[in-house]
């Protein structure tokens, strides 16, 4: 019979072919469980505080796919540049692996959830199929089941990467030679042995997939590159929307293969290399080459999926023995599920330090997952008395607490009570020791780490003497500690990943981004409303830092740089005259009918040039300016979603990512007209039309006017006029004129007209206008703070007759416009700083132009309204009215263009 010592030979010969076959048991719903309980206790899941900021999926931009991210995940063999789509639930069978391998042991995670479960293809689905596909090894027809092989580098044994002894120099798994790569540098840098594959799935690897998810770009040496558009499944090329999704189900799955490695840290046998494969057995000598099966993963698997055994599958070394024999099946038991606790969630400045913060005598005051427990607990293959290195816990029996449990007083799992009736295997003893918790000392608990006696795991009887091994007592010590811990690690390496927040805000403009809506009227072309991407090629804003110091480690944005994002539909009946719009005073064009029939289906981005970013320490805030060569189009439609993105130096990760996302308004339409449309002559209203075919009608013009100024009616922002009263003509010159808003930033002129002498013949002038397009923070209220203002000798608008200028006084008035609430949904709140007079106007549209019922004219401190009672504008009328008919004409639809516009 071969023993042990005369096999040692022959298991290294055998070892390199081995491995190509090297599997095991899968307990992977465990892993799944333990990362849904993470996310749930990370800042993914958890209510912000206050309860009014803004939640990270929404400022990731995810909010909107936190149901589903749809099915295709992305592989990103980053050093080929080869990207390839993948399903999260794939499999044919046969060596294809096993149909719905991925979803089935996702079901069972859920098993014990009480309330709602994630869905598949949630994010937290999504880290789930990662933790689940991270333990991926190559097909074994002696297997009852298979992950899937679909790997696109070709199926390989990512179990190798799976161990990481802190004490032992930080040692990989090895024995006569290594086998695979640390732990932390297999989840964080994802770079394997020579010769052997790399991780795709790394942080390193999540990052590029976290920036491609936003920007569909890659950014090399500074710069944007387009990337190539993967194709999916069905032989199609993934449309916009679907790559975003896909990406993000990558962010989401490589959390889930990082937090399946930060798991094992909280598993013995992997930070004390101590390999449990079941496979390569030795049944004679009790031995196996790639370790025995662990009882501690498949009895918590068990738990997980609520199976009332379970085996410890035992596959015998071909040509060692004649006979296959079966695994070890525990007795019947009743499962429950896992507590998970409530460990708090640990802060590191660092992804590395939440597997390890150190190595050799360093370990054992270190404060990393696998740290603590590999100083904390014994495994099955490095128990007491056994062949080890380790000097915590102690190697000797002696400096643990003995505790006697008398035969006929401790029970198996199934809770029976074990028999010693011939009296042939004596007691159990239990080894007590204080498991110390460096991270936090309080909780540091006396536990039963190792048991003696002649029963086996399963306390039944395999031999007379008594011999150190681990029992249910021991792996029930284990599991309390290691599994909430497992989970609240886990939550801090997502709340780190996402760790960077930034503040978008209105520039010193207020808005976002202008465009002269001229530019859309004729001569130019038509816009097409679906294909073109013609609207706003600049924006502005504010960006502050507001990622917190992790302990003393500040958070400063570094060395990268800025890219902005706007993500939006369409509405696909838009016309540059604007008589698609929707308008307020149509009760069934604003219905949701109406709205999203006009509302294309996809949603679509456009992104900026980048900007460095030289430095932004926590708190500091920065005004940028973002160049889009492909334009956000004038057609917009809500939601419209601005995005910032960050990727640079992060407190000490040298390449990090950090998104801010905000709800802006579609473009808001702001019209100033410059017209004479009616006419109050001795309280009746003439048009244009009506004054020019009737020479009295004129002479009324002439005597009514008698030295008074006349004004047109809303939404004109102003429009003033002379009327000459002596002599057979008048002169009205509509010249030079500025809107300057938000308290004077941006100013905006317009030459609108020329002196014009007419005689009764020569009609009244034609009307002409000024439009503007802005992005602003709330579509409901358009512009927030707005302020029309004039200096009357700076910028005259009055003139009159042959006889000279003449000027108004010097007076300057500023109205600023703020959403206000208080009076109900879509009100304005308008302050008359000259006055100091309130007043609260209905948000509505006319003509397509978006504008505040009652808009203030001033002049010389006098306030001017549209006339409910005469129904034409006049001196001291009333500011609110019924609305007005649609009296502005084709010719009128389209704006003249802006001489300037400064500030902007």
């Known amino acids: 019979m071969l023993t042990v010592k005369s096999t040692a030979a022959i298991m290294l010969i055998l070892f390199l072919a081995f491995l190509s076959s090297y599997s095991y048991g899968y307990e992977v719903s465990t892993h799944a469980a333990l990362a849904r309980e993470a996310y749930g206790k990370s800042k993914l899941e958890t209510q912000p505080t206050p309860p009014e900021t803004i939640d990270l999926l929404t400022r990731l931009g995810v909010s909107s796919y936190k149901g589903d991210l749809g099915n295709l995940y992305l592989d990103m063999n980053l050093d080929k540049g080869i990207v390839t789509v993948r399903l999260n639930n794939p499999g044919e069978g046969g060596k294809t692996g096993d149909v719905d391998f991925t979803e089935d042991k996702f079901k069972r995670a859920n098993r014990w959830v009480t309330g709602d479960s994630p869905t598949f293809q949630s994010p937290a689905g999504w880290m789930m199929v990662g933790a689940i596909r991270e333990d991926d090894v190559t097909y074994d027809k002696g297997m009852k089941e298979n992950p899937p092989q679909d790997d696109p580098q070709g199926s390989f044994n990512r179990v190798y990467n799976h161990f990481y002894d802190p004490y032992l120099d930080g040692r990989p798994m090895q024995a006569a030679i290594i086998a695979g790569v640390a732990s932390p540098d297999w989840a964080i840098d994802g770079k394997g042995l020579p010769l052997a594959k790399n991780n795709h799935f790394s942080i390193k690897n999540a990052r590029e997939a976290m920036f491609r998810a936003v920007t569909l770009k890659t950014l090399k040496n500074g710069q944007l590159e387009t990337l190539p558009v993967p194709e999916a499944p069905d032989g199609n090329g993934l449309t916009g929307e679907q790559q975003r999704k896909a990406y993000w189900a990558t962010v989401f799955k490589s959390l889930g293969h990082a937090q399946h490695l930060l798991h094992d840290m909280a598993q013995p046998q992997h930070t004390r290399d101590d390999w449990h494969a079941g496979t390569g057995c030795i049944i004679s000598d009790n031995a196996c080459l790639a370790g025995k099966a662990s009882f501690y993963e498949k009895y918590l698997e068990a738990r997980v999926n609520g199976d009332p055994t379970f085996s410890l599958p035992t596959q015998v070394l071909p040509g060692m023995e004649q006979e296959i024999r079966d695994s070890d099946v525990s007795p019947a038991f009743n499962p429950s599920a896992p507590n998970y606790g409530n460990y708090a969630i640990p802060q590191f400045n660092g992804f590395r330090e939440h597997y390890t913060g150190g190595i050799n005598d360093v370990s054992y005051s270190a404060k990393g997952l696998a740290n603590y427990s590999n100083m904390g607990f014994y495994s099955a293959g490095t128990n007491l008395d056994s062949i080890t290195h380790h000097e915590r816990p102690p190697n000797d029996g002696g400096a643990l607490t003995e505790r006697k449990l008398a035969s006929g007083t401790f029970t198996n799992l199934a809770g029976e009570l074990v028999n010693n009736m011939l009296n042939q295997y004596g007691d159990l003893y239990l080894y007590d020791y204080k498991v110390t918790d460096n991270n936090n000392p309080a909780d540091s608990p006396i536990k039963p780490l190792s048991s003696k006696s002649a029963f086996d795991q399963f306390l039944r009887a395999k031999g007379k003497k008594p011999v150190y091994s681990l029992n249910h007592y021991n792996y029930n010590a284990q599991a309390d500690l290691l599994l909430p811990r497992a989970v609240a690690y886990s939550a801090g390496l997502i709340d780190y990943f996402f760790r960077g927040e930034m503040e978008i805000s209105l520039p010193k403009e207020g808005i976002y981004g202008l465009v002269d809506h001229a530019k859309f009227a004729p001569p130019n072309p038509a816009t097409d409303p679906i294909n073109d991407f013609k609207g706003f090629g600049k924006i502005k804003l504010k960006l502050k830092n507001t990622t917190e110091s992790i302990g003393s480690s500040p ?47 996809v949603e679509e981005t456009v992104v900026s040039e980048p900007v460095p970013l030289s430095s932004l320490a926590f708190g500091e805030e920065t005004e940028l300016t973002f160049n889009f060569p492909q334009e956000l189009p004038i057609n917009a439609w809500a939601p419209v979603r601005l995005s910032v993105v960050f990727r640079g130096k992060l407190g000490d990760e040298e390449d990090a990512v950090a998104i801010a996302e905000k709800k802006i308004s579609s473009p808001v339409f702001f019209t100033i007209f410059n017209r004479m449309d009616l006419v109050n002559l001795f309280g009746t209203c003439y048009t244009k039309e009506q004054v020019n075919a009737d020479f009295e009608v004129f002479r009324l013009l002439r005597d009514e006017c008698n030295g008074y100024y006349f004004y047109s009616p809303y939404p004109d922002w102003h429009l003033m006029g002379v009327c000459q009263w002596s002599g057979m003509y008048a002169y009205a010159y509509f010249g030079a004129y500025n809107a300057n808003l938000n308290k004077g930033n941006i100013t905006v002129s317009w030459n609108t007209g020329s002196t014009a002498a007419f005689f009764a013949d020569a009609g009244i002038i034609t009307p002409r206008s000024g439009r503007l397009a802005f992005l602003v923070d709330d579509e409901k209220t358009g512009l927030r703070a707005t302020a029309l203002s004039w200096d009357a000798f700076d910028n005259s608008m009055f003139y009159q007759g042959p006889y000279g200028h003449h000027g108004l006084a010097s007076t300057r008035n500023d109205l600023l416009l703020q959403d206000d609430d208080s009076q109900g949904d879509d009100w304005l709140r308008l302050i008359d700083y000259e006055n100091m007079a309130d007043k609260y106007f209905r948000f509505r549209s006319y003509r397509g132009v978006k504008f505040y019922d009652g808009a203030y004219y001033v002049l010389n401190g006098n306030l001017f309204g549209y006339s409910s009672t005469s129904g034409c504008l006049s001196y001291g009328g009333g500011l609110t009215g019924p609305p007005l008919p649609d009296l502005v004409g084709d010719s009128e639809r389209y704006p003249v263009p802006a001489a300037s516009i400064e500030g902007w």
Do not use: W
């Open 555 to 601: 958070q400063t944005m570094s060395n990268g740089v800025l890219v902005a994002v706007f993500k939006f539909y369409r509405n696909s009946e838009y016309t540059d005259d604007l008589s698609g719009e929707l308008s307020d005073d149509d009760p069934e064009a604003t219905t949701q009918a109406n709205i999203e029939r006009k509302k294309t289906k």
